[in-house]
């Protein structure tokens, strides 16, 4: 059973840094890509970034390219997500999801963690 847990979000003013973390409960990420998902209110999940786990070959949404930076610790198995320069439209619910097709589609992560809030301020 693969679970993923979150952590690191809260309220931050715009211009500052959060670095969200993804602890992945599996036995081997042979394979996986790690991906950053965001959902704000009334507003569709929007694809952040994703990492492949062996290689970390490393691919970004629009939005946050240039400013947030997705890695991995495969020892610890936790992914990070390292969020500067923060924007008032950052806010949203940051998931971390995993799965085996390195594409931007929610429907291609399998396994996901239940969000941590991100907020903010102007």
């Known amino acids: 059973q693969v679970q993923l847990a979150e952590s690191g979000g809260g309220l931050v003013q715009a211009g500052g840094s959060l670095r969200l973390s993804c602890a992945a409960s599996v036995r081997s990420f042979s394979s996986y890509y790690l991906g950053w998902f965001r959902q704000a209110p009334g507003k569709e999940r929007e694809f952040v970034a994703r990492?492949?786990?062996?290689?970390?070959?490393?691919y970004y949404g629009d939005s946050v390219k240039g400013r947030f930076t997705i890695s991995r610790d495969s020892a610890k198995t936790t992914g990070y997500l390292q969020m500067n320069s923060l924007k008032p439209e950052d806010t949203a619910v940051y998931y971390c999801?995993?799965?085996?097709?390195?594409?931007?589609?929610?429907?291609?992560?399998?396994?996901w963690g239940q969000g941590t809030q991100v907020t903010v301020a102007s």
């Open positions: 990492i492949n786990w062996e290689d970390t070959n490393t």
């Open positions: 999801a995993i799965g085996r097709i390195p594409g931007i589609l929610a429907s291609y992560f399998g396994y």
